[in-house]
């Protein structure tokens, strides 16, 4: 058996090499990761490498570090961009590990050309993973998903994790807590990008009715010259039974880090055949397959926002409503509306210090009902909490 402490043992498990552009910095080390780039978005572009340490509490040792770009020429070969050397020091406080380069220009547009693209990450002079990207160019120094695409219609089917859902044929707008395994995504998107072949990338990230982030998944479809249709087609879910729980999911769907559509999910005791609604950004054009859909993605997020703290209220969850609502003030320097919530907060505060008689459960009843009026009387897109 080889001895893990010996200098042939491999010291490190690879984890992910993955491609991003924005260094901004989001929640459990993560970036905005992505394959697919408008060319006059782009300035630096990324590579994130991780693995974990298999001398994690045992010593520091030294990495000897190698991360190559390469521009794929359309006679197969590749043609150099960068060669990135160094050795770094990894230290047993660490368990994973991640090391992000990248290349560029400061100027948008500049260096990085329409084009494929990969990394080649290499530990020891050994390659140990390749990560391919796409940059496209519509011929306009703006960037909009309307250049590419626009969306034809969405629809939601229950399914196991083989099945072509060009082939289902019955959609539903509620699902079973009981009998759905995974639930299928079809996307019909017009293709406005005619003339090139082209990969499509689409985001997908769902939420529980709370707002907390229950799946994300990113996937990737090639599309033909000439081929007035995408087909993006993907599931998310488990073999067995139990993924889905009963309650209301919020499915966002992202192209070129803009959102395109959002998609209301409903989970149930017995599933309900049909179309399901489709909240669209109003800057496309394309009509939607929808049994209603006359309202904005806008309307449905101001909606969706409101209804959530709605509920907090209904779960007797006022304190953090109250804060909320002090935060969104404070952003928005609406003056007016502090002091109205500071009044209900000094209410609250005065009840939650005393036990309730039946008095003191009317005026408890009278702040709920106030900042219900509150929270319908204001437009809450931008409130940061929900």
Known sequence: MLNFLSPSASKFKFRNLKTYSSTEWLIDNKKNYRNVFDRYEVDYIYAEFSFHNKQFDVKNWILKFNLKCFFQNKDGSSSLICDLKFDKEIEQEDP????????GNKDKG?????????WEAFIDNKKIE???????????????????????????????GDTDLAEATNPYKVFSSETTRYVGFRLLLNNLLLKKRWFCEVKMRIYHQNRS?????????????????????FYWGSDEFGSWTKGSYIIEFSFLEELIAVVPLEVATLIEEGTVEVYRNPQYEAELSTEGGSETLTDFILRTNQSILIQKLANSEIAIV????????????????????VNLSAKFNRLTKNEHSEAEDKVYNEINEALIDLVYDLDLLNLSEV
Not at 110 to 118: I, V
Not at 133 to 150: A, C, L, Q, R, V
């Open 110 to 118: 500049a260096f990085w050309k329409e084009g494929t693209y990969c």
């Open 96 to 103: 994973v590990i991640y090391i992000r380069e990248g290349w």
């Open 213 to 233: 982030l229950k799946a994300e998944l990113s996937v990737i479809f090639p599309v033909k010259r000439e081929d007035p249709t995408i087909d993006a087609s």
């Open 322 to 341: 109250i804060k909320e609502l002090l935060n969104y003030a404070d952003k928005k320097g609406l003056n007016g509306l502090t002091k109205k919530v």
């Open 130 to 160: 390749t990560d391919f990207f796409h940059i496209y160019e519509t011929g306009k120094e703006y960037i909009s998903p309307s250049s590419y695409i626009n969306i034809k219609s969405i629809q939601l089917y229950e399914c196991g």
